[in-house]
Structures are given as C-alpha cells and as structure tokens.
C-alpha cells in the first residue's frame, strides 16, 4: 500500500527568460505540484553553469542600485568587479572602471583609456585627433612616424617628401639633403664665377697700354663670356668709362689694358696709379 501525502498550498513552477520546462518529456509553461503527482519535472537554462564551464550571457540591463553576482565576478550598473576574461572582442561604447585584472586574446574598441599612471591616446575613426591642449605645448615623437596621407603645415599641404634629383614633383613635395646637394652641385660654376672679384694692380707699358699680371675668369656655357663690362679700371682713383678702352688677355699671365687716350683726353705715365677690379680668375 502507498500512503500519499497532498499539500493544502501546491507549490507552483513557471518558465521564464531563459528558463524552460518539462514533465516526464513534455514541455510546459506553468504547472502546481500538491504532492499527488509523482512525474519527474525538469528545470532547464539552456546550457551548463559550473564552476568549470563557459557561461554565456545575452543582454544584461542592470539599473541603479541593481547587481548580479556570477562566480567571483559581480555586474552592477556601470560597473563589474572582479577577475574577468574576455576570449572574443571587447567593445567599449563609454567609460569603464576595473579594479581586477582583465585579460582579453580578442581586439579591445575604445574611445580612450587609462591603464595604471599611464594615459593611452585613441586615433578615433571620425574627426581629429589633437596633441596637447593648447598650441604652444610641443608634441615629441622618439620613435618613427609613418604618414600614408599628406601634413599641413602652418596651413600649407605638404604631399610627400621626394628624393628626385630631376626636380619633377609638384609644389607640395619637399626634398632630401640628397636632392638639395645634387642641384646645388649642377649651379655651382655659375655660383662660383658669379661670386668672382679680385682686384690687381696694373704696370706701365706705354701712355695708352697697363699690363696687368692676372688672367679673367672663364664663363660657365650657360652665361655670357666674359668682357671689359665686367671690370672697372681706375686711374689715381678716377674711374675710367668703359668705352674708352679695352682689354685684351694677350697670355697667362698677361692680361693687357689698351686706352683710347683721345676719348680720355689725357694720357698715363709711369707714375700713375692704375688699379683693375672685376672678373680676375684669382
């Protein structure tokens, strides 16, 4: 014989979010138990929830003053305490506070952070990221700065730095120390004669003729060559006007001025003065 003993008050089951049920197989949504009935009833989660196992979560909302504690980790609003580990991407939409460890194999998304004393800067996908608050504090890079895009500076867009010695490229590229030394190289013998001025002094030949122990300098191909225009004669230190002589390099180391003392109205002797200054090779 078997006594059965029946409850006054049935204790009652219902399913809910992420809870199912079933009897002896049979899923249902709610169901009271006075004792009478002796069929196994199984409650279920939908996955297992050991010390050992992965749990998974779907949405959890927690409002103030509300917390749900897991294992040794405890969710509260705005806020989760405790070891966590993340195995996929971590997104982070606002600003999180952890006083655990957390250790993520996946890609952490943030707008910024600040792990420890040390601050880490965010290159947002949107808009501009400034270095410093305000202009005068200087920003310093001690590693390497690749650039795929182009610099403004000072308002000014530079595209590139280019090491074409052609000189090809447009306004917005800058040049290497390479390119600079290589143009500076093909202009230097325009430099050179350009920057030539050497005075001498002449010796008397005759009344109209000084001869001065010196050679003129040699014009680059690209400038004109070199003429009586490019000196200045001086006779007791009174310029001579350039179309009233001439000179002519007679040897190397003869260079020979002839004046047209009838334009002059005078002549020289050997006491006069004559001074050559200009275009001499040294």
Do not use: W
Not at 29 to 56: M, P, R, W, Y
Not at 166 to 187: D, G, M, P, Q
Not at 215 to 234: H, V
Request: hydrophobic content about 35%; overall charge negative; proline content about 1%.
């Amino acid at each position: 014989m078997s006594i059965i003993f029946k409850v006054n008050k049935p204790l009652t089951l219902k399913s809910g979010t992420g809870v199912t049920l079933d009897r002896n197989g049979v899923v249902f949504t709610e169901k009271s138990f006075d004792g009478e009935d002796n069929a196994d009833t199984t409650l279920s989660i939908g996955q297992a929830v050991g010390t050992t196992d992965s749990v998974v979560f779907q949405s959890v909302t927690l409002t103030d003053g509300d917390s749900l504690n897991v294992g040794n980790i405890t969710f509260s609003d705005g806020k989760i305490s405790g070891d966590v580990r993340f195995l996929q991407d971590l997104s982070i939409t606002e600003n999180m506070f952890h006083t655990g460890s957390i250790l993520v194999n996946g890609t952490i998304t943030s707008g910024s952070g600040l792990f420890g004393s040390r601050t880490q800067t965010i290159t947002h996908n949107t808009g501009s990221t400034i270095f410093g608050n305000i202009i005068s504090q200087k920003q310093f890079f001690t590693g390497s700065l690749d650039v795929t895009g182009s610099i403004l500076l000072n308002n000014y867009k530079i595209d590139e730095i280019s090491n074409d010695t052609n000189l090809t490229e447009s306004i917005n590229t800058l040049v290497t120390e390479n390119v600079a030394k290589t143009f500076l190289a093909t202009i230097k013998p325009d430099r050179d004669y350009l920057r030539k001025s050497f005075v001498h002094t002449g010796s008397f030949v005759n009344s109209a003729t000084s001869s001065f122990n010196a050679i003129t300098a040699s014009a680059p191909t690209s400038l004109g060559s070199t003429t009586e225009n490019d000196f200045m004669f001086f006779i007791n230190g009174m310029l001579v006007e350039n179309d009233a002589l001439t000179i002519e390099q007679k040897s190397l180391t003869n260079l020979e001025l002839r004046l047209d003392t009838d334009s002059l109205g005078y002549t020289i002797s050997a006491l006069d003065e004559i001074i050559g200054f200009g275009k001499f090779n040294n």
